[in-house]
């Protein structure tokens, strides 16, 4: 073997000694006086889990703050023997976390957890999100009623609707802020959550009820306001319902959460 | 590109963006990590436009993996690009290493064998990434803390090899090889001496930190006397080149880093002439080369 080949068996040896594998490049290390080739290469290894650690714990710092130096360690080292990084950007190493805490045993026992992590990385996908344009509330009256069973609507890539079943936004609220965090209790009425980021660059979150988040989620999957309208029978009455589907429709454009209007 | 001299700069950092939006700093220029703006939007790249109005700019990454065997990162690549049209960049520098393998990454910046095969591969990836970017690239030598049975001759005949061979240039970190010489054992001055002088375009500094018999480089601490000799060294070789402080870890705030900046404003003043260190003209500073 030589060349290229040679290189890559190399590289595919190093890369198994950070993971932690088995493998063969301590005999391809030379060692120095003081130092043998496998403390050498331990610099490397430790520095890969540091790294990673350093990226997770700037991605969930509200996440350690509720479990504690120990438990968020534990969760980092299950993070990284699960997830060898597959990415290019560090920014986007820990995206898998709130499947991590979903899936897997003690983690699962403790739904609050994968809720604070789904609102971390919920706030992380929203800070840096495409910059769109923003729809004025004056391009909805220059719409003609006939448009309206055709409508659809193109939001900021930062909207997204959290699915939350305990009062997780208010113990994220009170840790980031160095509060002590509420007691943990299921929710009563509110289980989704929306979040987004305005024109001015500042993330918002508030609750949706039932009927706002029926239609909120179909118009995220681009269905029109016909089938929208069609929805919202399920919560009001035939009368209602329209005046319903503008007050949403006004408050989104309000609240900044548009890209565009389609009909 | 004959060598601009940009003058001295700084790494931005996202703790200094405040600082640097509201009261506009004297610094010739800043050095941007690639990465921290391949993102869609937002704060990020909303900060970086500001700043760039306002400062020349050199882009720095640490993802190419250009000494990988795995292919070329298309995909990082077309970002890379896209980021270069936004900024509008001096130039643009990467690390002579590799990061990934088999699609699995480090986020390290691992050191190569430094053997023939690994110069051809080298020169051949740095010339397709050249191509496809439609300018030349910087590479910048590494801290190393391993080396390896196969290598067949010293880090600078590699290094200088390669940069021949690819028509790329240099952005030669003195505490690199500050650190690598401590670590493998030559003298840091061999190591300046070797270097093809026309292909320097930058310098790096930056604080070390000690780990037993190993100096590791964790850009944690200020510039130590050690190095700051040896840049002075680096300057009388190869003249004025653009140099900047890479900080990354215990930030201090941007007062202090400018004040440490301004030491190798005075050692550059008292080893070159005024007319070496004339900073390139106005014209040059966006998107020259
Ligand atoms: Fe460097």
Request: aromatic share 10%.
């Amino acid at each position: 073997m030589g060349g290229l080949d040679q290189l890559r068996q190399l590289q595919q040896d190093f890369m198994h000694y950070v993971l932690g594998e088995q493998s063969e490049i301590v005999t391809q290390i030379e060692s120095t006086p003081v130092l043998s080739a496998k403390d050498r290469l331990d610099i490397y290894a430790t520095a890969y889990k540091l790294r990673l650690k350093e990226a997770i714990s700037t991605d969930y710092e509200v996440l350690h703050l509720y479990l504690g130096d120990e438990q968020f360690d534990n969760v980092m080292e299950d993070y990284i023997a699960h997830y060898p990084s597959r990415i290019t950007n560090l920014r986007y190493y820990s995206i898998n976390m709130t499947a991590l805490l979903k899936t897997r045993s003690p983690f699962n026992q403790h739904p609050v957890l994968a809720e604070l992590a789904t609102i971390e990385s919920s706030f992380a996908n929203s800070f840096d999100s495409h910059d769109r344009t923003v729809v004025a509330l004056d391009e909805l009256a220059a719409m003609a009623p006939e448009a309206w069973a055709t409508l659809r609507l193109a939001f900021q890539s930062s909207v997204q609707i959290l699915p939350l079943a305990f009062n997780s936004f208010e113990v994220w609220r009170a840790l980031s802020k160095a509060q002590t965090p509420p007691t943990l209790e299921a929710s009563s009425e509110s289980l989704n959550w929306v979040l987004w980021r305005r024109a001015d660059l500042i993330s918002h979150y508030r609750p949706l009820d039932g009927a706002e988040n029926a239609a909120l989620s179909l118009a995220l999957q681009g269905e029109s306001f016909a089938v929208i309208f069609e929805a919202l029978l399920d919560f009001y009455s035939e009368e209602e319902t329209p005046m319903k589907a503008v007050s949403y429709l006004q408050s989104w454009i309000n609240e900044e959460m548009l890209s565009g209007l389609s009909y | 590109m004959s060598r601009p001299f940009l003058g001295f700069g700084l790494g931005l950092r996202t703790d200094h963006y405040q600082h640097v939006i509201e009261h506009r700093p004297q610094v010739d220029w800043f050095e941007i990590i690639s990465e921290n703006y391949m993102v869609p939007g937002g704060k990020p790249l909303a900060n970086l436009d500001k700043i760039r109005a306002d400062y020349p700019m050199v882009m720095h990454g640490v993802s190419m993996s250009i000494g990988s065997t795995d292919p070329l990162n298309q995909g990082y690549l077309e970002k890379l690009k896209g980021l270069i049209e936004r900024v509008e960049p001096l130039w643009v520098s990467d690390h002579l290493c590799w990061t990934h393998v088999d699609q699995v990454n480090s986020h390290d910046l691992l050191p190569l064998p430094y053997d023939e095969a690994t110069i051809n591969h080298l020169a051949d990836r740095i010339s397709q990434v050249q191509d496809f970017l439609g300018r030349p690239i910087l590479i910048e030598n590494l801290s190393s803390y391993v080396s390896y049975t196969q290598s067949e001759m010293p880090e600078w005949a590699f290094v200088s090899e390669i940069v021949k061979r690819s028509g790329c240039y240099l952005l030669l970190d003195i505490n690199n090889i500050f650190v690598s010489a401590h670590n493998h054992h030559f003298k840091p001055e061999t190591y300046i001496d070797a270097i093809p002088s026309e292909r320097v375009m930058q310098f790096h500094l930056a604080g070390h930190s000690y780990n037993g018999d190993m100096i590791i480089d964790t850009h944690d601490h200020d510039v130590c006397d050690p190095v700051w000799a040896l840049y002075e060294y680096a300057l009388r070789r190869f003249g004025a080149v653009s140099t900047m402080i890479e900080r990354d870890d215990n930030i201090p705030p941007f007062t202090e880093l400018r004040a440490e900046l301004a030491i190798a404003e005075a050692i550059a003043a008292k080893t070159l002439t005024e007319q070496q260190l004339e900073i390139s003209g106005r014209a040059l500073l966006r998107g020259a080369a």
